[in-house]
């Protein structure tokens, strides 16, 4: 049997949720397009569509919250942000954005022109779309192993340093405006980077005097990641780990709502002066007065403190055991899952779940919509719905490698019982799996497709 992890924390504010019935269910999700996004959180049961702003805050975060103070230039919570961002991360300028997108929108707004590329190991999907929203390209370039849903490489967030230096090669650095890694790759399963490809993709890039940035947002579970996995970094505090995996990079973009444990934030942090002043301009245009960015006073106290809570050790531990626990009572019951499981989410491996169902008739899809309809449980499709893309050439779709089902794990949200009951939940679609269909779509926006598509089932 799987061993769940103890808590180091006890539960001090409760919040009420509650169950529907299947015929409820079934009602509810033809009325959301059979979209999951589409559902009031008020009927979802267990909510894993996100770990994104989703954490429970801790009392000392709440304390802060009241020290909130909202002068709208120069307020003390900023100070107390810039403390912990200079001390995680070295960097030498940053500005607070609402979100991890803002910050991708400002940096990429600074950076990228009409045709210029931005390599990485693999962008994630807000990441992908504000390149693309810039008429840039966004490419990943993940190693090979990190494909393969089957392989227990302890690495495998990797990006493939051979092909990004071909691609360098191939289309000129002068037509690269910046380089990436998303830490942990969240669109790859959450896996993390090892310290020797951070330090390496940032020797190449350099190099070629290509700036490299980090995608942030786990930065601290992939420390950890670091710290369990590579023996030489076994006595290293977290902290020490990260403050490496920034010394690589020239700057960064954040989701605070992830490993810095609020509801909402971000920031972008960078080393290029220059950068930096064109960077304060956009954000005054786009988010507000750069000592709040688009956040009160209060949430940048949240995110100071959460920062540094995100990086102790002990809950560190437990929070990358919690979710392999929800992992290994699924591999019990023979449902393929991407292994080894990531950080921050469990993510079903659809193609081996259902393999009757082409990748054209969504399967993914289909499988979350009976998550919610078995279970009230809510996981989000990561797959051809998410990532399929029309070849600008040829017009014909381009199906991404993996189809997955993602279930994000909240932070420091649900207990055991809770992850049982999922794992139960995806225990009884195992059973009547053959039994799935497909969907096709009703309403395909452009871009992010998941997020506002609608379905019906083929
Ligand atoms: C969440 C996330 C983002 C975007 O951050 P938001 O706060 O949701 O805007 C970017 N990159 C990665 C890897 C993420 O997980």
Request: proline letters at 6%; one cysteine or more.
């Amino acid at each position: 049997m799987a061993k769940f992890p103890v808590e180091p924390f006890r539960i001090k504010v409760v919040e009420p949720i509650r169950q529907t019935s299947r015929a409820k269910r079934e009602e509810i999700l033809e009325q959301a397009g059979y979209n999951v996004f589409a559902v009031r959180a008020e009927d979802i049961y267990i909510d894993l569509l996100t770990d994104s702003g989703t954490a429970a805050m801790s009392d000392n975060q709440w304390a802060g919250v009241m020290l909130g103070d909202e002068s709208y230039a120069g307020c003390r919570n900023f100070f107390s942000l810039e403390e912990a961002i200079k001390s995680i991360t070295g960097f030498e300028y940053f500005v607070p954005t609402h979100q991890g997108r803002a910050a991708e929108n400002i940096l990429f707004s600074c950076t990228v022109e009409p045709g210029k590329s931005v390599p990485s190991n693999m962008h994630f999907d807000t990441t992908q779309a504000n390149v693309l929203a810039r008429g840039g390209d966004p490419v990943n370039l993940l190693a090979e192993v990190g494909l393969d849903p089957t392989s227990h490489a302890p690495f495998k967030g990797d990006i493939d340093l051979a092909r990004l230096e071909a691609f360098i090669e191939q289309v000129g650095p002068e037509n690269i405006p910046l380089g990436m890694l998303t830490v942990t790759n969240n669109a790859g399963g959450g896996q993390p980077v090892s310290m020797g490809n951070i330090r390496a993709t940032g020797e190449l890039l350099h190099k070629y005097d290509i700036p490299f940035f980090l995608d942030a947002c786990r930065y601290a579970e992939n420390a950890y990641f670091i710290k369990l996995r590579d023996p030489a970094y076994a006595d290293t505090p977290v902290l020490e780990i990260a403050r490496e995996m920034f010394s690589y990079a020239d700057g960064c973009t954040m989701s605070a709502k992830k490993d810095a444990l609020v509801n909402i934030g971000g920031f972008l942090a960078l080393n290029d002066e220059g950068l930096f002043k064109r960077v304060r301009q956009e954000l005054i245009i786009r988010e507000g007065f750069p000592t709040y960015g688009g956040l009160a006073g209060r949430d940048l106290e949240a995110i100071a403190r959460g920062l540094w809570e995100g990086l102790d050790e002990r809950y560190l531990a437990y929070r990358l055991a919690h979710t392999k626990y929800l992992a290994d009572r699924l591999l019990e019951g023979d449902i393929p899952i991407l292994e080894p499981p990531g950080g921050h989410a469990v993510y079903i491996d659809v193609k081996r779940l259902l393999p009757h169902i082409p990748q054209s008739e969504l399967p993914g899809q289909s499988l979350a919509c009976e998550m919610y309809l078995e279970g009230g449980v809510r996981a989000v499709e990561i797959g051809s719905v998410a990532f399929a893309r029309e070849d600008p050439e040829t017009g014909e779709m381009v199906y991404p490698d993996l189809e997955l089902v993602r279930m994000a794990i909240p932070r420091r949200v649900y207990t055991q019982a809770h992850l049982d009951y999922v794992a139960e939940t995806c225990q009884r679609i195992y059973e009547k799996r053959d039994q799935l269909r497909g969907m096709r779509f009703t309403y395909a926006p452009k871009l992010l497709r998941h997020f506002t598509g609608r379905f019906e089932p083929v």
